[in-house]
């Protein structure tokens, strides 16, 4: 995936958890729900974090 697409992805799986984190807590929502939503969407933005942007490569781990 292009770069400019990593950060789309990652800012909208971001957002989703960021926003059913405050509906929860708010009330909005149920508790468990939105957990459950931010806990899927947290962990395809740390997929979405680790993965190289076309063209870049990888760097080495220190």
Partial sequence: MSK???NTL??????IAG???LLG????????VAGTIGGIATVILGYLVQQP???EQ???QK
């Fill in 10 to 15: 990652s800012t909208i799986f971001g957002l």
């Fill in 58 to 60: 990888s760097q080495p």
């Fill in 4 to 6: 400019s697409t990593l």
């Fill in 25 to 32: 807590s708010a009330g909005v929502i149920n508790h468990g």
């Fill in 19 to 21: 926003g059913s984190n």
């Fill in 53 to 55: 942007a076309a063209g």
